[in-house]
């Protein structure tokens, strides 16, 4: 099915533990995004990629890695977790990034 | 830096009318963006503009002035199911990505 996807839907991981959240995507989107979502800041942005091998950082990038080795797939990597990192995860993807962004169903993460 | 600045909660009868501004602060404006999220659910796309003036969607229009760096979403004919929050969104010159508001909770009582 044409769209994009994220899993897992949701996630336990422990204190210091490594995790990977997936994204994919069907439209040859050349941008990716993901977002975190807490309650009080809205949605933030953590990386971004504007090709295949061409990722940025966002707002607050620390604690987290992203590859995107193929259009399609842009994981985001959570090398050591954290409390602070509980919170629920958007990707998105669009052919323009001024507007227009289709997001995920998005992975809520829970840091115990 | 940016910031946009939204009322948190607004409550609003069915049928009726209802407004939710968004005031920037930014370096660089390129456009405003308007997305609805319903509870546990996902942001989706509702209208962009990038120029002064309205722009009508179905029962959903959204405005434009730049020379007052402000924006506001118009929600007619209210309906149950418009209960959610609402992000406004700015897009940026230079800049490959939304810097989004933190939200406002729509309430929509019958």
């Known amino acids: 099915d044409a769209g994009i996807t994220q899993s897992p839907r949701y996630k336990i991981t422990e204190t210091g533990r490594q995790v990977t959240l997936m994204c994919h995507q069907t439209?040859?989107?050349?941008?990716m995004f993901w977002y975190r979502q807490d309650l009080g800041h809205g949605l933030r942005l953590i990386y971004y990629?504007?090709?295949?091998?061409?990722?940025d950082k966002g707002e607050v990038p620390d604690g987290y890695v992203v590859s995107r080795s193929k259009t399609e797939n842009f994981p985001l990597t959570l090398e050591s977790a954290t409390r602070s990192q509980t919170s629920v995860y958007f990707c998105?993807?669009?052919?323009?990034?001024?507007?227009?962004?289709?997001f995920g169903s998005g992975t809520r993460l829970t840091v115990v | 830096g940016q910031s946009l600045e939204q009322p948190s909660e607004v409550t609003a009868v069915e049928g009726a009318i209802v407004q939710i501004n968004c005031t920037y602060q930014?370096?660089?404006?390129?456009?405003l963006s308007w997305y609805q999220q319903h509870d546990g659910g996902a942001p989706t796309f509702l209208s962009y503009?990038?120029?002064?003036g309205l722009e009508e969607t179905g029962r959903f229009s959204s405005f434009l002035s730049r020379s007052d760096s402000y924006g506001y979403l118009l929600l007619q004919e209210l309906q149950m199911k418009d209960s959610a929050s609402y992000f406004c969104?700015?897009?940026?010159?230079?800049?490959?990505?939304?810097?989004f508001g933190t939200g406002t909770r729509l309430t929509v009582i019958p």
């Open positions: 998105a993807s669009t052919t323009t990034t001024n507007y227009g962004y289709t």
């Open positions: 439209w040859s989107h050349s941008y």
């Open positions: 990629s504007a090709a295949a091998d061409i990722t």
């Open positions: 930014t370096s660089g404006f390129y456009g």
């Open positions: 503009n990038a120029l002064d």
């Open positions: 969104a700015v897009s940026l010159t230079g800049a490959n990505n939304l810097f």
